[in-house]
């Protein structure tokens, strides 16, 4: 609610009101190769990027801040472990684990613990991405498996976790506002997917305009951070030239835009 209906409210006597409650989400990283934030890092290590900026993210759509359970490694034991730790939560989301590697296994440990859904998705980047129900000693918690990219693990966030999460808030309007914008560079798609690229949107003489934020490999973590929006390719044609239309989906909205 915005201070105007507070103020709204308090006018008319009432002194409490009811609200939906503010979901809690639990977050959880996997692999062999993370490493916490703060720690020395070895030789074949990154540090946990994913947890963090998923955490923001999830206070950005308005969850409570949610719980990092921490870093599970490679193999079932670890991952169930974790897990089992997540029965208060009303969303649980990991990242990495979800694909087709060898070491790929949270939806091993979710096939015992609950019931697979789907396990990927027609969408770059973010394909490998997985969705079931946790089963917490009979308790359901939906649990959304992101993929272990940064950039993959926050866009794929936004188009799955994000409107979930407004959902439960009760919030009518789900998605993020879009606008059309011309193109200043091409969007190649020879994947049959779904193309969400990174890319910032500015006004030139009162027209939207949008250019790619630099490399599109779903590792470059910068071009994300760059980025004020997500230009959105579809899966049915083999890409968009530079100056024509595209459909932009805002992630925020700097002064400029306006």
């Not at 008319?12 to 993370?34: C, D, M, Q, W, Y």
């Not at 000693?137 to 992101?146: A, F």
């Not at 976790?161 to 009760?170: E, K, S, Y």
Request: glycine share 8%; with cysteine.
């Amino acid at each position: 609610m915005h201070p105007s209906h507070i103020a709204l409210i308090a006018s008319v006597g009432k002194a409490s009101v009811k609200v939906f409650r503010r979901p809690e989400v639990a977050i959880l990283a996997t692999g062999n190769e993370i490493t916490k934030p703060g720690n020395k890092l070895h030789q074949g290590k990154i540090y946990d990027s994913n947890s963090y900026g998923i955490a923001s993210a999830v206070m950005e759509a308005g969850g409570k801040p949610p719980t990092i359970v921490g870093i599970a490694r490679d193999n079932f034991e670890s991952i169930e472990k974790k897990l089992n730790k997540c029965n208060k939560s009303d969303l649980v989301i990991t990242s990495a684990g979800v694909s087709k590697g060898d070491f790929d296994i949270v939806k091993d440990v979710l096939s015992k613990n609950g019931t697979i859904e789907f396990h990927s998705v027609r969408m770059k980047p973010g394909k490998p991405l997985a969705f079931g129900v946790l089963n917490q000693n009979g308790k359901l918690v939906p649990l959304v498996g992101l993929p272990g990219n940064p950039v993959s693990a926050l866009v794929a966030f936004e188009q799955f976790c994000r409107p979930a999460i407004r959902l439960m808030l009760g919030h009518e309007f789900i998605p993020r506002a879009t606008i059309k914008a011309i193109l200043d560079e091409e969007i190649d798609n020879q994947d049959g997917r779904r193309i969400y690229a990174r890319a910032f949107v500015y006004k030139k003489q009162d027209v939207y305009h949008v250019s790619l934020s630099g490399v599109q490999s779903s590792n470059i973590l910068s071009t994300m951070a760059k980025a004020n929006g997500l230009a959105i390719c579809p899966e049915n044609k083999t890409g968009i030239k530079a100056g024509e239309t595209v459909t932009v989906m805002m992630l925020y909205w700097p002064p400029e835009v306006f």
